[in-house]
């Protein structure tokens, strides 16, 4: 892939709502304070988005990533994420957190652990996708960041 454009998008842009709710990720919050979003376009095509959630205790989420699916299974959401956790850590967030119900072995190819639900810091117990977005049988994974 060539370098993507990368622009900041409000969680009530329409493409964002759409492209999530097509491929079974939750959009109920998206336009809440708090939350970021990212559009990833190269040639002016869209490839995909992601998201986070920072707190003011070094802690995110990270969420609503991705890939449109034409382009699936070619490293995109891998390169989307890797950017996501390279911004994040120039914001200062120590640990970042990601819920999935189908990408843990995705998560772990980045680094990221299994974590017990209940040992969640309180700023992620507290965001909407983990206290009723996202199922209780949601995986927590967790990545330290440098």
């Known amino acids: 892939m060539d ?3 990368i622009d900041e998008i409000p969680g009530s842009a329409a493409e964002l709502a759409t492209t999530l709710a097509g491929a079974g990720l939750p959009v109920d919050d998206l336009d809440l304070p708090g939350r970021r979003f990212f559009r990833f376009r190269e040639d002016g095509r869209l490839i995909g988005f992601i998201g986070w959630e920072a707190s003011d205790d070094g802690m995110a989420l990270l969420r609503s990533l991705v890939v449109v699916p034409a382009l699936r299974h070619k490293g995109l959401g891998r390169t989307m994420t890797n950017w ?3 911004r994040l850590a120039e914001l200062g967030v120590g640990d970042v957190y990601m ?3 189908t990408a843990e072995s995705f998560a772990a190819q980045l680094g990221f652990v299994r974590v017990e639900r209940a040992l969640a810091p309180p700023s992620i ?3 909407h996708q983990f206290a ?3 199922p209780a049988s949601a995986i927590l994974l967790q990545r330290s960041l440098p």
Do not use: D, I
């Open 84 to 86: 996501a956790l390279t």
């Open 132 to 134: 009723g977005l996202c």
């Open 99 to 101: 819920l999935t119900a």
């Open 3 to 5: 370098e993507p454009t």
């Open 125 to 127: 117990r507290q965001s």
